[in-house]
């Protein structure tokens, strides 16, 4: 079965940096474009990055754009999410997505890492 199982998050200041991590099992990982999404506290899951199977290809929100960076190891089976120059605002639950095969719809989700930008 299907399994995105995240690592990474934790407590950083304002202008810190994190790297999340997404391993994933159950499917051929180079098979499929991935995404990180992040829920904020009374707020709708939105997609944060994209990146296409062969990593060729990446798609950023506005407010990631310039400081994330989305990229994946195919013969490890991981995504990865590097944030830099974090802010508040940043604080969320951040969600590995697997999406449909050719689409970006996700159809799977990790369990999410909490990441929390506050001095």
């Known amino acids: 079965q299907v399994q995105l199982v995240e690592s990474g998050g934790g407590v950083v200041q304002p202008g810190g940096s994190l790297r999340l991590s997404c391993a994933a099992s159950g499917f051929t990982f180079s098979s499929y474009s991935m995404g990180w999404y992040r829920q904020a506290p009374g707020k709708e899951r939105d997609v944060v990055a994209t990146?296409?199977?062969?990593?060729?290809?990446?798609t950023y929100a506005a407010s990631a754009k310039g400081r994330f960076t989305i990229s994946r190891d195919n013969a490890a089976n991981t995504l990865y999410l590097q944030m830099n120059s974090l802010k508040p605002e940043d604080t969320a639950v951040y969600y590995c997505a697997k999406f449909i095969f050719s689409g970006t719809v996700p159809n799977y989700w990790g369990q999410g890492t909490q990441v929390t930008v506050s001095s």
């Open positions: 990146i296409t199977s062969t990593g060729g290809s990446t």
